[in-house]
């Protein structure tokens, strides 16, 4: 299927998505018609290295904390814009730690810059012709970047219509909600439940999120 005029960044078709999800699990398509719309849009993301050192300053921390620490990271390396790979490798392990990062964190910048320049982490342009299982086998190899993480990158980022992120405890509760479960499902039955949303099971992900915001609200 090629990738949706309407919404730039996306590789599917929304409304395609949801009538495909409502008529393969209707539901789902309960849920779809009471949450309404699909709103998600990609962040522009110019490389992975980018996005990735954000995602690392941004582990367990609070959004406004870790928009200070990039931001001084970032400062580092002014007038650039951003920092490159060879600049994050230059940079003396002492100095990531003055601008905040952890030495768990500067040690995984310090990879991931690393394995940019191997090649490991690939670019925009190589990135759009890999698979999800080889995207998510390449950048777990970065110290510091779980499976999670690149999920996220997938969905968010990279627009990709097939993800399902079984180790995400909002979507495993949104589940419940929708579908009137007392328990949490375990992540296995969960995944060949989701068998039949392929090949839209991100669509069908951030449907299940919304089940949530649906009963706080």
């Known amino acids: 299927m090629g990738a949706s005029l309407a919404i730039p960044g996306l590789a599917y078709d929304p409304e395609a998505a949801c009538r495909h999800l409502t008529a393969a699990d209707p539901r789902l398509g309960a849920l779809i018609l009471r949450a309404g719309a699909f709103t998600m849009r990609p962040e522009p993301t110019q490389s992975l290295f980018g996005a990735l050192i954000e995602a690392i300053v941004y582990q367990q921390l609070s959004g406004k904390a870790a928009e200070t620490i990039l931001g001084r990271v970032v400062a580092l390396y002014r007038p650039r814009r951003f920092p490159r790979p060879v600049d994050i490798l230059d ?12 030495a768990a964190k500067a040690a995984a910048v310090k990879d991931l810059a690393a394995r940019t320049l191997d090649g490991t982490v690939p670019t925009m342009a190589r990135v759009r012709r890999m698979s999800d299982d080889e995207i998510i086998e390449r950048l777990t190899a970065v110290r510091g970047i779980g499976r999670w ?59 299940l999120w919304r089940a949530l915001d649906l009963e706080r609200a």
């Open 91 to 102: 940079t003396p392990v002492a100095r990531l730690r003055a601008a905040g990062l952890s």
């Open 149 to 207: 993480r690149v999920e996220m990158l997938l969905l968010f980022r990279l627009g990709r219509p097939d993800v399902l992120p079984l180790g995400d405890l909002g979507v495993r509760k949104g589940f419940a909600r929708a579908f009137n479960r007392r328990a949490l499902l375990d992540p296995l039955v969960l995944s060949r439940r989701a068998e039949r949303w392929r090949p839209y099971r991100s669509v069908a992900s951030w449907y």
